[in-house]
């Protein structure tokens, strides 16, 4: 893999911040008010202004916002044929009373028909640029809610649900290629919630084996990745969770970053806004071939970084990874929900502005 295309040294995570106008919307579809068709319209509308302005501050990959989703990984998920939404009984985000519903298999996992797909295309064709997809990751099915989320009678055996996993995931990345993606992410907050030890506990009380599972996850997200053609580049992002300007874990990588990176992928989104993700350190695994995204700049409130604090902060990273191999993006996205987080719109496009100044500053480009 060569260290040029995505991800891109300006880039990002994906979601963004909710008009108003979109989210009020939303809620007179559920009261009856507005049709599907014309809250697909309001979408539309909502999608192009947001990709022209994603275009308009330098960005080279350009996303739909999620403007589509309530949840980042909910709305794909729930649409496998086997999954059923349940409230979520584990580790809970800080400082908020509503918390996600998490995944629980009830059925054998099937891509039984087209996920996201005429989304992804109503996205390409509104861009000049390169259309960057995002879909939770395989090991979203399985991390909060382990074996016990996962009917015994559907998965006698848990070989059988990984592979079924995998196939799925297959089948959808396929249909994304063949729709013209060439640039997808896995959201994958997998691996930053295993650095944490009581995310760890958790597990243990689930029925699982947390010193198991990084390598049981890299490998079925490269047995999803089995059959992607040449042209399509994937990412991973990985985060302490976000949610309402909240997170559920924290701790450093060390614990899973060796397994992580023999993730069959082009890049890692890495959350670094703050200590809770720790030191530079676990960065020394990185295989030479690929490239690390420094979360840097976070979505979690309005107050804009110092650009020369993020310099300094990539050189100190630039010690462990060559410059070639990092670029730099938020840490996550604006709006893991479509609530969205404590900061304003006018705040979200200035952190934008900065992760495209300073990779323009670092590397002379933002591709």
Known sequence: MSCQGAPFRADHVGSLLRPDSLI????DVKRGFL???ELCEREHEAIREAVAKQESIGLPAITDGEFRREWWHLDFLSQLHG???RENPGVKFGGTEHQPPIAAVTGRIQYTRPIMVSAFEFLKRVTRRTAKLTIPSPSM?????????????AYPDLEEFWRDVAAAYRESIAAFAAAGCSYLQLDDVSFAYLADEKFRESCRRN?????????RYVQTINEALRDRPPGLAVTLHTCHGNFRSSWATEGGYEFVAESMFQSNIDGFFMEYDSVRSGSYEPLRFLPCTKKVVLGLVTTKVGQLESEDEILRRIDAAAKIVPLENLCLSPQCGFSSHETGNKLSHDEQWRKLELVVRVAEKVWGTTS
């Open 35 to 37: 049709s599907a068709e």
């Open 141 to 153: 099915l399985h991390l909060r809610g382990g074996r016990s989320a996962i009917s015994p009678e």
């Open 207 to 215: 029925g699982d084996d947390p010193l198991e599972l990084p390598r």
């Open 83 to 85: 999954v059923t939404l």
């Open 24 to 27: 009020r919307a939303r809620q």
